[in-house]
């Protein structure tokens, strides 16, 4: 399964964007999909998780209310639609697939990831 990202920009705070993560290959085998981001000399922290076929949500507590992880079964898309951004959401956004643990956060339990997109918020 290859994960492709997307959808990164600047933005000005208060703002919102949508991070599109398109899964190919094998994607009956997903079990979770999850969002995380690094920002610069910073750890890699979870934003956002859902389960293939559940539809179970999960969300960091630093963007509960303002993100949405959502899926397009049609499209095999993941999508993270960001509201009411702030400058310390500044990031690279990852996009990551998980296996059968749930709920989780450690980004050990998400062996497979695609490149980053970029998002930067201003003040």
């Known amino acids: 399964v290859q994960l492709q990202a997307s959808g990164g920009g600047l933005v000005q705070a208060g703002g919102s964007l949508r991070l599109s993560c398109a899964a190919s290959g094998r994607t009956l085998s997903i079990d979770v999909v999850g969002w995380f981001r690094q920002a610069p000399g910073k750890e890699r922290e979870f934003v956002a998780a859902?389960?293939?076929?559940?539809?179970?949500?999960l969300y960091a507590d630093s963007v509960k209310g303002r993100f949405t992880i959502s899926r397009d079964n049609a499209k095999n898309t993941v999508y993270l639609q960001m509201n009411s951004l702030k400058p310390e959401d500044t990031a690279v956004y990852y996009c990551a697939r998980g296996g059968s643990t749930w709920p989780t956060q450690d980004a050990a339990d998400f062996p497979f990831w695609g490149q980053g997109t970029q998002v930067t918020v201003s003040s």
């Open positions: 859902i389960g293939w076929n559940t539809y179970r949500t």
